[in-house]
């Protein structure tokens, strides 16, 4: 069973600018390319900040506005700071949210949602820039075939974990949704069985219609007792 990462969704063809890139040309690249960010690199291609829309539009909110207000907080300075912004090194915000290349894509989802960002630069372990994951490309999970998330159920689980039932036990797949229907031992097989599906890549959801002869949910209370998490 195939875990999915960053790597397997990224873009690797990633617009980047150099940190003396000037501000219209920041300006330039989002609106030809139609981006709302754009990671800022050095001469050795690692991450040193990200320059946005938001962070390009300082000249214009400031605009005229010579004197800071009295008793005005830090955000408000730093806004103030990039309205006189020249190059991306002054524009970027800093440090950026950078993801590691191998990051599970459930985590780097975590992230984004967490730092409210649309977009992760990918590193390496040197912080080199080597692909760049948005929102969109962590979807890409759930245009899986269903064979293909059948396939992972039946070899990466079923086979594995469930071996002593894995001939009365049958996993069926539509638009993403995996029904398991069959028979176990005992409730715990089953719990495992529907715990580990739902992390497949591309699942949306399981359906648990398996019998079980034993019910021991209350000796081992919760998956979190036999290691699931």
């Known amino acids: 069973m195939k875990n ?3 790597d397997d ?6 617009v980047t600018v150099p940190e003396e890139a000037p501000y219209r040309a920041v300006v330039d690249l989002l609106i030809r390319h139609r981006l709302s960010a754009v990671p800022v690199v050095d001469d050795f291609q690692r991450v040193t900040g990200v320059v946005s829309e938001a962070d390009l539009l300082r000249k ?4 005229g506005d010579e004197k800071p207000r009295l008793f005005e907080g830090r955000r408000r300075r730093g806004e103030r700071v990039k309205a006189d912004a020249r190059t991306a090194a002054d524009l970027m915000s ?3 949210v ?9 985590a780097a989802a975590r992230l984004m949602e967490r730092e409210g960002v649309k977009r992760l630069p990918v590193i390496d372990d040197l912080g080199r820039l080597v692909g760049i994951v ?8 759930h245009l899986r075939p269903d064979d293909d998330i059948r396939r992972d159920v039946e070899e990466g689980i079923l086979r594995i974990y469930l071996a002593e039932n894995v001939l009365t036990v ?3 797949v539509a638009d993403g949704l995996v029904t398991l229907k069959g ?9 495992i069985a529907k715990r580990l599906t739902r992390q497949i890549a591309g699942v949306v959801d399981v359906v648990d219609e398996l019998e079980y002869d034993y019910d021991d949910s209350n000796v081992l209370g919760t998956g979190i007792a036999y290691g699931i998490a």
């Open 60 to 63: 214009i909110e400031y605009a």
């Open 9 to 14: 969704v990224m873009t690797t063809s990633v």
């Open 4 to 6: 999915w990462h960053v």
């Open 134 to 141: 948005s929102r969109g490309d962590l979807l890409k999970v």
């Open 170 to 172: 049958k996993a069926t």
């Open 94 to 96: 800093v440090p950026p």
């Open 98 to 106: 950078t993801v590691l290349k191998g990051t599970p894509i459930p």
């Open 183 to 191: 028979h176990v031992d005992r409730w715990s097989t089953a719990d």
